[in-house]
């Protein structure tokens, strides 16, 4: 199907203390328009998928009755940095519903259901569909249930690891069970090789009649390419525990928390029901949680918070109550947002070593689907039945200002391996002469990327492969002539 695209510039009339970098319309030939996923590629591209042609396609996420009237179209637009149209591919009815979206090594990674989601005389599977940087679909593995009838698969989203790959969630379900998987693929893996999955067990101590329900809330993942997740176990009309577990490159536990359930839990017990969730180093991290403090089994206005807690349960820093649910996410290596559902506010926290300072907050209208980027977020709706994107830039993002950095480091590039761009990172810890140079394995200069005198701070520099072949490269640090680290890194063509 063809579509008559128009590209409108605009200015706002609306200020942000955080200054408005750009913002754009893009005039669809469509109505029951509706954004589903949004994300961008090493090259600050921005790739925004949604509905299109869908009446009430705020159903389709949930399986409602309505949905199965008819399908939507999947439809798929990519804007530049700067937000100028470069393609809309229209995908035309690949999905029932659209979970998730992500760029990798493997290349754009679309994920969702096929057929008539909870309809429990009908039965689902769930698709991974990969695309190329021009937006064409390349290949589409279909994952189909166990059983014809009663037995169903249903994705829950995709992201990125730290080496390239990428993780998907997928539920299934019964008559008498829900249960889910997380699923690991590295960059050299294809979909149909044997790869790190995780299907939740608990310790023999808090499972009675065995496992047959496990949701996943939120995933992320974490330094060293393993992840981290929030969710709830149970067992059927039986024991439920909520739960934060912290799972290392090959799928295995590394820890486990476990909290009381909002409902099955004992009197004398408070639940604690943990939300989004983003790692801060090897033993910490920041959550949303809702602690049901009066046991009402709901989210009161003064019941839910923002927490920093450690591998044992142990948490250093709170900020709250907040009236509204709340999602964290992270900016860079010390820097989070936090998105407020309700009234469209975000709050800016950075890391202070043991808790977090709050550097500023505002409501920004008309508030959907966002990505946050290391320089700010990018927020992209439907109004009128156009598509409305705009990027706001942090005046306090980590690039902005000079730190107080405790030693040298040199991060490894990510992605890694890479093609052809990777992104290198390092901070340095007094004034002096910065030197960063790319190697073969002989020994030879590559590319000389910094070779400057540079202030105390947290760097970030982009590596471009274009004209090399495919092998292990290293790159080394040097201040003052004198060697800080040396990294090796992989290009794949």
């Given at each position: 199907m063809k579509h008559i695209i128009y590209f409108i510039m605009i200015s706002l009339s609306i200020s942000f203390s955080q200054g408005m970098e750009w913002s754009n319309t893009i005039s669809l030939s469509t109505e029951e328009n509706g954004v589903k996923q949004i994300d961008t590629d090493e090259n600050g591209n921005i790739y925004i998928a949604g509905y299109y042609g869908a009446p009430n396609y705020a159903n389709w996420d949930y399986g409602t009755y309505d949905s199965l009237i008819s399908s939507p179209d999947i439809r798929l637009l990519k804007l530049s940095s700067?937000?100028?149209?470069?393609?809309?591919?229209?995908?035309?009815?690949?999905?029932?519903?659209?979970?998730?979206?992500?760029?990798?090594?493997?290349?754009?990674?679309?994920?969702?259901n096929t057929d008539s989601g909870y309809n429990p005389l009908d039965w689902t599977y769930y698709s991974i569909a990969t695309g190329n940087e021009e937006g064409t679909l390349i290949d589409t593995v279909d994952y189909i249930p166990y059983y014809q009838y009663g037995d169903?698969?249903?994705?829950n989203y995709v992201l990125p690891t730290t080496d390239g790959g990428y993780i998907y969630s997928y539920s299934y379900y019964g008559f008498e069970y829900y249960n889910g998987e997380i699923v690991r693929i590295s960059p050299i893996d294809s979909l149909n090789n044997s790869f790190p999955r995780y299907n939740y067990f608990?310790?023999?101590?808090?499972?009675?009649?065995?496992?047959?329900?496990?949701?996943?809330?939120?995933?992320?993942?974490?330094?060293?390419?393993?992840?981290?997740?929030?969710?709830?176990?149970?067992?059927?009309?039986?024991y439920y525990r909520n739960f934060i577990i912290k799972l290392d490159d090959s799928f295995d536990v590394d820890w486990q928390l476990f909290y009381p359930y909002e409902w099955n839990h004992e009197p004398d017990e408070t639940p604690y029901s943990f939300g989004s969730i983003e790692s801060i180093n090897d033993s910490s991290f920041i959550t949303t949680c809702w602690i049901?403090?009066?046991?009402?089994?709901?989210?009161?206005?003064?019941?839910?918070?923002?927490?920093?807690?450690?591998?044992?349960?142990?948490?250093?820093?709170?900020?709250?109550p907040f009236t509204e649910s709340i999602k964290v996410e992270k900016m860079s290596h010390k820097d989070f947002i936090v998105r407020g559902l309700d009234t469209n506010t975000?709050?800016?926290?950075?890391?202070?070593?043991?808790?977090?300072?709050?550097?500023?907050?505002?409501?920004?209208?008309?508030?959907?689907?966002?990505?946050?980027?290391?320089?700010?977020?990018?927020?992209?709706t439907i109004i009128n039945d156009d598509l409305y994107v705009f990027k706001v830039k942090?005046?306090?993002?980590?690039?902005?200002?000079?730190?107080?950095?405790?030693?040298?480091?040199l991060e490894q590039n990510y992605p890694n391996p890479f093609n052809p761009v990777?992104?290198?990172?390092?901070?340095?810890?007094?004034?002096?002469?910065?030197?960063?140079?790319?190697?073969?394995?002989?020994?030879?200069?590559?590319?000389?990327?910094?070779?400057?005198?540079?202030?105390?701070?947290?760097?970030?520099?982009n590596f471009e492969g274009n004209d090399l072949n495919s092998g292990v490269y290293f790159y080394q640090l040097k201040l003052n002539n004198k060697p800080v680290d040396t990294k090796r890194m992989l290009l794949i063509k």
């Open positions: 700067s937000g100028e149209l470069i393609f809309d591919q229209d995908y035309g009815k690949l999905f029932h519903n659209l979970a998730g979206m992500t760029n990798s090594y493997q290349g754009l990674k679309l994920i969702g169903n698969y249903r994705a608990p310790p023999d101590s808090l499972s009675i009649y065995g496992i047959t329900d496990f949701f996943a809330r939120d995933v992320s993942t974490t330094n060293d390419n393993g992840v981290i997740l929030t969710g709830y176990f149970g067992e059927y009309l039986g049901d403090i009066n046991q009402n089994q709901d989210d009161d206005d003064d019941e839910i918070y923002l927490l920093i807690m450690n591998n044992i349960g142990e948490y250093s820093w709170s900020y709250g975000i709050w800016k926290f950075r890391y202070n070593g043991t808790g977090m300072d709050l550097l500023w907050s505002e409501v920004f209208p008309d508030l959907d689907i966002l990505k946050v980027v290391p320089e700010g977020f990018i927020n992209a942090d005046d306090t993002s980590i690039n902005n200002e000079q730190l107080t950095i405790n030693n040298f480091r990777t992104t290198i990172s390092y901070s340095i810890s007094e004034k002096g002469l910065v030197n960063l140079v790319i190697y073969n394995t002989k020994g030879e200069v590559v590319s000389e990327l910094v070779n400057k005198e540079q202030n105390i701070g947290y760097y970030n520099i």
